[in-house]
């Protein structure tokens, strides 16, 4: 697991999200975790130091995002609210 992987590792029932401010799936997905009263931790790979290699580690070499980390270590890119949930369980 990558230090930036390790550093933003959340805590269970939880996820980080890497994402950027422009990002409309990372707004989108957002609201939706907002809705369901999913916490989470937001991290911007544009101005956090490390994430956005995590991103792509986990990408194909990508900084695709909306990227989230869940508790186990596993990674999802651009999830459903229906994963993201489902994952948490």
């Not at 991103?55 to 900084?63: A, F, H, I, K, Y």
Request: glycine content about 8%; overall charge negative; hydrophobic content about 35%.
């Amino acid at each position: 697991m990558s230090d930036a992987a390790v550093t933003h590792l959340p805590a269970p029932g939880t996820v980080t999200m890497f994402t950027t401010t422009w990002c409309g799936y990372c707004r989108r997905l957002k609201s939706q975790m907002e809705r369901e009263g999913i916490s989470f931790t937001e991290v911007d790979i544009e101005h956090e130091p490390g994430t956005a290699e995590f991103v792509m580690s986990v990408n194909g070499g990508n900084q695709t995002v909306p990227t989230l980390l869940f508790a186990d270590g596993s990674a999802a890119t651009n999830p459903t609210i229906a994963e993201v949930r489902s994952r948490l369980t």
